[in-house]
């Protein structure tokens, strides 16, 4: 059975930091892309940061380039997003995701999903 637990979240300030974990389990993991989305309430989940199994070929959305870094240790099967400069506007569920390939794709082409960890950034 194919497990992605999601760690690290939490309450933090605005201008603060928080990193994310999440560990695979389950199957083999190479040549998976891995890395995060993220849903806030009443709006869609959209893709953060994502990182290729080897090279490594990151992607980062626009509103959070320069501020977070996507990274993996493929001998854990472990994904990390390192997030500065946190903004109220990060407040979301923040879910850990796989698929086979470069890259994660779109919400419907992931292949495995967390359950998600809540983050909160107070002004």
């Known amino acids: 059975q194919v497990q992605l637990v999601e760690s690290g979240g939490g309450l933090v300030q605005a201008g603060g930091s928080l990193r994310l974990s999440c560990a695979a389990s389950g199957r083999t993991f190479t040549n998976y892309a891995m890395g995060w989305f993220r849903q806030a309430p009443g709006k869609e989940r959209e893709a953060v940061a994502a990182?290729?199994?080897?090279?490594?070929?990151?992607f980062y959305a626009n509103s959070v380039r320069g501020r977070f870094t996507i990274s993996r240790d493929n001998a854990k099967n472990t994904v990390y997003l390192q997030m500065n400069s946190l903004r109220p506007e990060d407040t979301a569920d923040y879910y850990c995701?796989?698929?086979?390939?470069?890259?994660?794709?779109?919400?419907?082409?992931?292949?495995?999903w967390g359950q998600g960890t809540q983050v909160t950034v107070a002004s």
């Open positions: 995701a796989a698929r086979y390939g470069l890259g994660l794709g779109t919400v419907n082409e992931v292949e495995y």
């Open positions: 990182i290729s199994w080897s090279s490594p070929i990151t």
